[in-house]
Structure formats: structure tokens, C-alpha cells
């Protein structure tokens, strides 16, 4: 079994950054992608991020292009979602999760509160 942990989330001001990482912990790890996903209040969640393990490819929603920034370390089993100029609109809980093979994801953390503040 695999375990995700989230950390980094925190209440920040329109305009500023955060860092959230994942570590994951567990049997072996080694999943085919991991990504980070956002569910504010009354909304479904979202696909954010998303990094193939083997290569690096990264996927980004249209709404965070250019703002956010995934990437990882192999070597901590850890993923890590880098958001500057955060909005309002990006306050949620977000969680990590990873996929053992292609697009569905098998393991979830248990998220981190992001609040952003205008």
C-alpha cells in the first residue's frame, strides 16, 4: 500500500506563492504519474498538474498554465506543485494522488488547505 502526504498549504495573499509537496511512503514506489488536484467548497474536483514519473512529462490545466509549476524528486519519492501569483480562485483543498498506470489514480492523500486572500 501506498501512503500520500501533503504539505505546504497555508493562507497567503493574492499575488504571493506557495509550495505543496507529496511525499509518498509505502511498498516500492513507482507509479506511472502523479498529479495534483483542487476541490474548493460546492465545486467538483479538478485536475491542476500532472508529471509523468519516467521522463518528466508535465500537463497543466488551462487555468493554472503559466502560474503553477509540478515537478519531482525520484530520489525522496516526493512530487511538488510550485503556485505563484496565486488568486482568489485558487483557494481549495488540494491533494496529491498517483496513478499506477495511465490515467486513473489509484492512491490519495488526504490533502492541504490552500487560502488565498484578495
Known amino acids: 500500500q501506498v501512503q500520500l502526504v501533503e504539505s505546504g498549504g497555508g493562507l497567503v495573499q493574492a499575488g504571493d506563492s506557495l509550495r505543496l509537496s507529496c511525499e509518498a511512503s509505502?511498498?516500492?514506489?513507482?507509479?506511472?504519474?502523479m498529479g495534483w488536484f483542487r476541490q474548493a467548497p460546492g465545486k467538483e474536483r479538478d485536475a491542476v498538474a500532472r508529471?509523468?514519473?519516467?521522463?518528466?512529462?508535465?500537463y497543466y490545466a488551462d487555468s493554472v498554465k503559466g502560474r503553477f509549476s509540478i515537478s519531482k524528486d525520484n530520489a525522496k519519492n516526493t512530487v511538488y506543485l510550485q503556485m505563484n501569483s496565486l488568486k482568489p480562485e485558487d483557494a481549495a483543498v488540494y491533494y496529491c494522488a498517483a496513478a499506477r498506470y495511465g490515467q486513473v489514480y489509484d492512491y490519495w492523500g488526504q490533502g492541504t488547505q490552500v487560502t488565498v486572500s484578495s
Open positions: 509505502g511498498r516500492t514506489f513507482s507509479p506511472y504519474a
Open positions: 508529471i509523468v514519473w519516467s521522463g518528466g512529462r508535465t
